[in-house]
């Protein structure tokens, strides 16, 4: 349907000086409009209520921040499924004294599997101290625990739900229901792009064969927002972003001049006074699908990297080869000026991705295993590059694990909605530091708890964005990414 904004449409005699728009908005009682709105993805118009020019003729062009910061760019390495916190980076020594014990009090609602409630179990993992920092940590991290002085890790992290897909969304988008953007999205929409050639939103995901996380394209959905601001996902197989390659039968100047009459019909549409922030979207998108068919294929080569840059990912591990080419794929759309990367490691659930409701030594084992050197090599490299001072680093997944063991052959450990650590590197944040705790058997989060509003709100902040003033008029009121809440967790930044 036509945009609120076009404003009242005079009528004149059918036929005189019709363009395509208008002979389609006129005919048929105006089903032929509503197919265009169909293919257009039409939406009615929303305006901006940020400062920065709002949408203009490059929706993705660079904005100023709301006040200086360090973080140019985000990786965000998603470990999905949910990591156990007692099992990596948050050493819970009392595990072991009330190994096997009935934890008396304990609400059997908490995890998802209320009728498998074992007892109290300790990590099957050794733990000792690293760094300047006497960090503890797993031994599941042997290199990634080589750089604990450049991380801050946040302990006392909790969300509202326990179950996979609305925590997701949670952690994603600030709700636990569909349909509001991703942090990306608001990220690209505050900032913009510093690459005309490439997306500012791209998402990688486990090309095993082991699926997408639940609730699918959703995480990584704009919302509201304009189309422009989603995530490009990158295929798990083949061409790493469909009809990325030009049609054999067009030659370079024949694109480019049906791109030409393509953008020279919709800005006749726009000129004449009808403001649609999604055609200008699509519009731009056109254009930066030309442009990508030229940058993208060079960004995602990693073949002309040196074999010592592939050592150090672990590019030829074949337990983390698939992790390790996209923490490098990442390291090269920074260098490149993507502004935000988010990689899921694992699948849909369970056994596929950190969900280790069974055998959690196995499962947790492996996923390390698969993650522990690409993410060493990537703040390794980043490093020695001077990128990671430009480049905040944040690992989290949905939600942590409970401290008691889930019954079953191998024992595992259910979802834990009230305790789970996050830790950042880079981008302006302090290393070395610790934030918030846990009780005893990092069962809740009960010192300087950080909620996931609190922590969206800190994320905003390194890359210089007051999460209190990057709004969007939708439906008549102001939306932001954390919504009423969220403080930032100061202690974290340098």
């Known amino acids: 349907m036509p945009s609120k904004t076009q404003g009242t449409r005079h009528p004149q005699p059918f036929g005189a000086g019709l363009n395509r728009r208008d002979f389609l908005q006129r005919s048929g009682s105006g089903f032929g409009a509503l197919a265009l709105g169909a293919l257009l993805g039409e939406a009615p118009a929303r305006t901006s209520a940020i400062t920065h020019p709002a949408f203009g003729t490059n929706p993705l062009a660079a904005h100023p921040s709301h006040f200086p910061a360090k973080a140019k760019s985000v990786i965000w390495l998603f470990m999905n499924g949910g990591q156990s916190q007692v099992d990596t980076w948050d050493y819970k020594p009392a595990l072991a ?10 609400d059997k609602n908490t995890g ?14 050794a733990f000792r101290q690293f760094g300047r920092s006497g960090t503890w940590a797993s031994e599941i991290f042997p290199k990634l625990a080589g750089h604990v002085d450049d991380m801050a890790f946040i302990h006392s992290c909790f969300t509202a739900t326990n179950n996979h897909s609305p925590a997701l969304f949670q952690m994603n988008t600030g709700m636990s229901r569909m349909g509001f953007p991703c942090l990306g999205s608001w990220t690209t929409y505050g900032l913009g792009s510093e690459s005309e050639n490439l997306p500012a939103f791209i998402v990688m995901y486990d090309t095993l064969g082991r699926g997408v996380p639940k609730g699918h394209a959703q995480n990584w959905g704009a919302g509201f927002l304009p189309g422009v601001f989603q995530g490009t996902a990158l295929n798990a197989q083949g061409s ?8 054999p039968r067009m030659s370079d100047s024949q694109q480019r001049s049906q791109l030409d009459l393509i953008n020279h019909l919709n800005h006749r549409f726009l000129n004449a006074g009808r403001e649609e922030p999604e055609l200008r979207a699509r519009i731009e998108s056109f254009e930066l699908a030309y442009r990508m068919q030229m940058a993208a294929p060079e960004a995602l080569d990693i073949s002309s990297e040196s074999e010592s840059i592939r050592t150090l990912y672990g590019v030829n591990d074949q337990r983390c080869t698939h992790f390790a080419r996209q923490c490098l794929m990442a390291r090269r759309l920074v260098e490149r000026g993507t ?3 988010q990689i899921y490691s694992g699948g849909m659930a369970n056994e596929r991705s950190w969900d280790g409701h069974v055998d959690i030594a196995g499962n947790h084992r492996q996923f390390a295993g698969e993650t522990d050197t690409p993410i060493a090599g990537l703040l390794t490299d980043l490093k020695q590059r001077g990128l990671l001072d430009s480049t905040l680093v944040l690992c989290a997944g949905e939600f942590g694990r409970l401290p008691l063991s889930q019954k079953s052959a191998k024992p595992g450990r259910d979802h834990n909605p009230h305790a789970f650590t996050t830790w950042m590197a880079g981008g302006g944040v302090q290393g070395g530091v610790h934030h918030g705790e846990t009780d005893e058997l990092g069962h809740k989060a009960v010192v300087d708890r950080v909620s996931i509003n609190d922590l969206h709100a800190t994320i905003l902040h390194l890359i210089g964005m007051d999460h209190k003033q990057l709004v969007y008029r939708h439906n008549g009121r102001d939306f932001r990414l954390t919504d009423v809440a969220g403080e930032v967790v100061r202690k974290i930044i340098a």
């Not at 190994?99 to 304990?106: A, I, L």
């Not at 599997?113 to 990590?123: I, K, N």
């Not at 790493?240 to 049609?247: A, C, T």
């Open 339 to 341: 502004r935000f990367i």
């Open 97 to 106: 004294k009330w190994d096997g014990k009935e934890f008396e009090g304990f």
């Open 112 to 125: 998802f599997f209320t009728e498998q409630v074992g007892p109290l179990m300790q990590s099957p993992f």
């Open 240 to 247: 790493p972003i469909d009809n990325l390659e030009r049609d």
